[in-house]
């Protein structure tokens, strides 16, 4: 795996384009609460420490993945954000649900982006095991909510 043994969530915040007056919102599915909360905790820290206001910043939680796409929808149409972080985690069970929900998700958030003008972050892990999902979420390969919340000011910078 490229990524064995890798933290991909070091950034310089010099690096990332004034975030000033910029809002986001983070919609958080609720499943595998463990890991979402971690992922939401590295999206939000990242987003204060590279200049966003705390009141810029909101938070909307979802039951699952899946919902995911109608939670970041109805935001967008609130028309508030500037860009929008879609945090979720599909772990791999023993049927083929793993499967459609993740193809779902990533269609559903893809079609988001191409219908509207505020960009959604795909902030969804889909890992094999738990073990996968931990490491990725605050773990050896960093945290992708970190990630998520560089590329979200990146994008709602783009849009400005």
């Not at 950034?11 to 919102?25: H, S, V």
């Given at each position: 795996m490229?990524?064995?043994?890798k933290?991909?969530?070091s950034?310089n915040p010099k690096?990332?384009p004034d975030?000033q ?10 499943w595998?609460?463990?890991?979402t909360?971690s992922l ?6 990242t987003?204060l ?5 705390e ?5 909307w939680?979802v039951p699952?993945?899946f919902?995911?796409?109608h ?8 028309g508030?954000?500037?860009a929008?972080?879609?945090?979720g ?6 049927t083929?649900h793993f499967d459609y929900?993740c ?7 893809k079609d988001?982006?191409v ?9 969804v ?6 073990q996968q ?6 773990g ?7 990630e998520?919340?560089?590329a979200?000011i990146?994008?709602a910078v783009?849009?400005k």
């Amino acid at each position: 795996m490229a990524t064995e043994n890798k933290n991909l969530s070091s950034y310089n915040p010099k690096d990332i384009p004034d975030a000033q007056g910029l809002r986001f919102g983070l919609v958080v599915s609720e499943w595998n609460a463990d890991i979402t909360e971690s992922l939401y905790h590295g999206a939000y820290d990242t987003l204060l420490n590279c200049g966003v206001k705390e009141g810029h910043i909101t938070r909307w939680n979802v039951p699952g993945s899946f919902e995911l796409i109608h939670g970041c929808k109805r935001m967008i149409e609130k028309g508030e954000v500037d860009a929008i972080i879609a945090i979720g985690s599909i772990i791999r069970g023993e049927t083929a649900h793993f499967d459609y929900v993740c193809s779902a998700t990533a269609q559903g958030i893809k079609d988001l982006n191409v219908s509207s003008e505020v960009p959604v972050i795909f902030c969804v892990l889909t890992d094999d095991n738990l073990q996968q999902a931990k490491d990725r979420s605050g773990g050896k390969h960093g945290n992708k909510g970190t990630e998520a919340a560089v590329a979200a000011i990146k994008m709602a910078v783009l849009g400005k």
